[in-house]
């Protein structure tokens, strides 16, 4: 591990009209090539402190750099160095997966033989290249995961952040997705993502935070957050012993 | 630049896989135009002096029925029908015509109302000489003389303003008949009594009127239907697009495209940027159709030809920034819409409105004046206007220059808007 990348001072974020602060006092550092899962029940702050991390939403206090640059100067520069996978299929339906990865790729400042040839060899390793010039809604839910996963690699960006990015994939879909986020890590990309799948978390992560109600309520490697919990076997274990078993269902 | 360009290709793709979309931006105003066109034709031909055929009843066969019909005939704007398979009509068969639509008007004449009016008339003249002790009270002057009626059948689907026209129209010949048959009465009168017939009296009207059209180059400034239909139906189906545009908008925010690109080293005016180029080009393509419609389609189903004549830029300047007004307010209408269900039904409706209030149906002249105010605020009465500088007007950039003013002007607040809009809702 080397220095911070990813820089968050106290940061806060209470949406308008809410009572309750999603976000409260969250400090974290992460460093160049971790892989850092960010865990958490449902409505813990898990995607609304990633959006903050993109810059889709300003917290309300404190402050976070990326690679030591600030959203309120150097927007365009950390967009540059940051790539996106959002949980929900951010793609256009009628299109193509090759026509849609060749449009994120621009706008990512891809252009001509170099854009056509990443586009082409990451739907090769996602094998998906059979596929490219298929219309992506006639697509499964694992291929539209993994067309998903590469519009936001195209740029091989120095952070990636990725929200639940195997949810309701099958296990060869995932595994293909895993790996391939190893490979992008190995390369030196720095990982930080949310997820349920507490088994692939443990598996996956270099290191891992668990939110609840907005606070980092615990945060190391998978196997020293077991060593130090009681009768903890996995990482599930750690986590209800964390956080409970009462149900976070929010309206 | 490659960004927006990209944008605008990825753009026109979905909208080349959308059939149903593209059917609405082409098929629609295309069959919207020949069809409107064609039923208004009769309404413009009407005001361009084609005759309305109308049938006459005449039961008196007197001067005064013959009066009536030639008036009638000289007023150019009905066709006197009298007989029908070589037989005089008969109030009952005119009736039956009407009722079954195939006329808009039957006039009935009664029997008698010429000597009757000249009975009448009499009497009152010889009532008021004789109060006057020019003359004895007669006998005459005693007679019961009934009140005559002019029937008139009108077709149940008749305008209020046709009959209103027709009415009053028939109103003012009887009343010149009248006073026609006083100033004879009175004459034949004193001629019996021995005064000198003024024969050069003048029975004219002493104060009447003239209209006068403007006129540029010696021709009238009338629009027939196609000069009214192709602009107001291109503007129709160029302010259409604010439905797919607008749907666009919506789509690109629910499936999370739109949070993507946010997440992309690209500025929102790049991504709107794609989405104005792509959707003006559909403008363009549009107005051109209509008027290779109007220019070459409508010869071919007897309707006038567009004459497009040196003003081509003019009116492609004028389809541009109409184009740039609509994209304007579809992407604030898809900017504003939550869901994809909100967008078709509230841009239908806000088009159409436009649209009428526009004058694109009803010319502005023929509404109410409360409604012709309120059409300044239609973008389409702009567009209408700016049409109608350089079809009937002959006007060129300088003419059209405040109606596209208002458009570009319309265009920058509504992108304005949207992007503050945008903006406000993202700082949550």
Not at chain 2, 60 to 85: P, V, Y
Request: overall charge neutral; glycine content about 6%.
């Amino acid at each position: 591990m080397s220095s911070s990348i990813i820089h968050i001072q106290e940061i806060s974020k209470k949406y308008k009209g809410a009572d309750e602060y999603s976000i409260q006092q969250l400090s974290l550092s992460i460093a160049e090539g971790e892989i850092i899962g960010l865990l958490g029940p449902n409505g813990a702050g898990k995607t609304t402190l990633i959006s903050m991390l993109c810059g889709l939403l300003k917290p309300t206090s404190g402050s976070l750099t990326i690679n030591d640059l600030s959203f309120k100067q150097n927007s365009k520069k950390i967009k540059q160095l940051i790539g996106v996978v959002p949980q929900e299929y951010a793609l256009y339906p009628t299109l193509t997966a090759y026509e849609n990865l060749m449009y994120f790729g621009c706008m990512y400042g891809l252009f001509g033989k170099q854009l056509k040839q990443v586009v082409s060899e990451n739907l090769e390793r996602l094998g998906l290249t059979k596929f490219a010039h298929k219309r992506v809604d006639t697509f499964s839910g694992g291929m539209k995961r993994r067309i998903n996963l590469i519009a936001g690699i195209l740029h091989n960006p120095k952070i990636l952040f990725l929200d639940e990015p195997t949810v309701g994939v099958d296990v060869q879909s995932k595994k293909v997705i895993i790996d391939h986020l190893k490979e992008l890590n190995n390369n030196g990309t720095t990982i930080v993502y949310t997820s349920h799948h507490l088994t692939e978390a443990q598996e996956f992560c270099t290191r891992v935070a668990i939110l609840d109600k907005g606070i980092i309520i615990s945060k190391g490697t998978p196997s020293s957050l077991i060593e130090s919990t009681v009768d903890a076997h996995n990482l599930e274990d750690v986590f209800i012993s964390l956080t409970g078993l009462a149900l976070r269902d929010h309206a | 630049m490659r960004k927006l360009l990209m944008s605008a290709y990825k753009e026109m793709l979905l909208l080349v896989r959308d059939l149903g979309g593209l059917a609405i931006l082409f098929v629609m105003p295309l069959v919207l135009i020949i069809t409107v066109t064609l039923i208004q034709d009769s309404s413009f031909k009407i005001m361009n002096n084609v005759k309305i055929p109308i049938l006459f009843v005449d039961n008196d066969k007197g001067d005064l029925s013959k009066t009536i019909q030639n008036n009638l005939e000289e007023s150019d704007i009905f066709e006197i029908i009298t007989q029908k398979d070589n037989i005089d009509l008969t109030e009952e068969l005119a009736r039956t015509a009407v009722l079954k639509g195939k006329y808009q008007l039957v006039v009935i004449i009664p029997k008698d109302i010429t000597i009757d009016l000249q009975r009448k008339v009499s009497q009152n003249v010889s009532k008021i000489l004789s109060e006057l002790g020019v003359e004895e009270d007669t006998l005459r002057n005693k007679e019961l003389i009934s009140a005559k009626e002019i029937k008139l059948y009108f077709d149940p689907a008749s305008q209020k303003t046709f009959k209103n026209a027709v009415m009053n129209s028939i109103d003012k010949m009887i009343a010149k008949i009248e006073s026609k048959s006083i100033y004879s009465a009175f004459q034949e009168e004193f001629s019996e009594d021995g005064v000198e017939n003024d024969s050069s009296l003048d029975e004219g009207n002493f104060i009447t009127f003239k209209e006068i059209n403007p006129k540029e180059g010696g021709e009238d400034i009338f629009p027939n239907s196609t000069q009214h239909n192709v602009p107001a139906w291109t503007l129709f189906a160029i302010f259409f697009i604010v439905i797919p545009l607008s749907i666009n908008v919506v789509k690109e925010k629910s499936q999370g495209t739109f949070v993507r690109l946010r997440t992309n080293p690209v500025s929102y005016a790049t991504v709107l940027g794609g989405k104005i180029i792509t959707y003006l080009i559909v403008c363009l393509i549009q107005f051109l159709l209509m008027l290779a419609i109007g220019v070459f389609i409508f010869p071919y189903l007897g309707l006038a030809t567009l004459e497009v004549g040196s003003n081509f830029i003019v009116l492609f300047l004028v389809a541009l920034f109409s184009g740039l007004a609509a994209i304007g307010f579809g992407i604030l209408l898809g900017t504003l819409a939550k869901t994809y269900e909100q967008a078709p039904p509230f841009g239908a409706t806000a088009v159409v409105i436009l649209a009428a209030i526009g004058g694109v149906w009803v010319p502005v002249f023929m509404m109410p004046q409360f409604m012709q105010t309120l059409s300044n605020i239609s973008p389409m009465s702009w567009g209408l206007n700016a049409f109608y500088d350089v079809f009937l007007r002959h006007g060129g950039i300088v003419e059209v220059l405040p109606e596209i003013g208002l458009l570009f002007l319309f265009f920058i607040i509504t992108v304005a808007i949207s992007i503050f809009y945008d903006k406000k809702k993202r700082a949550v």
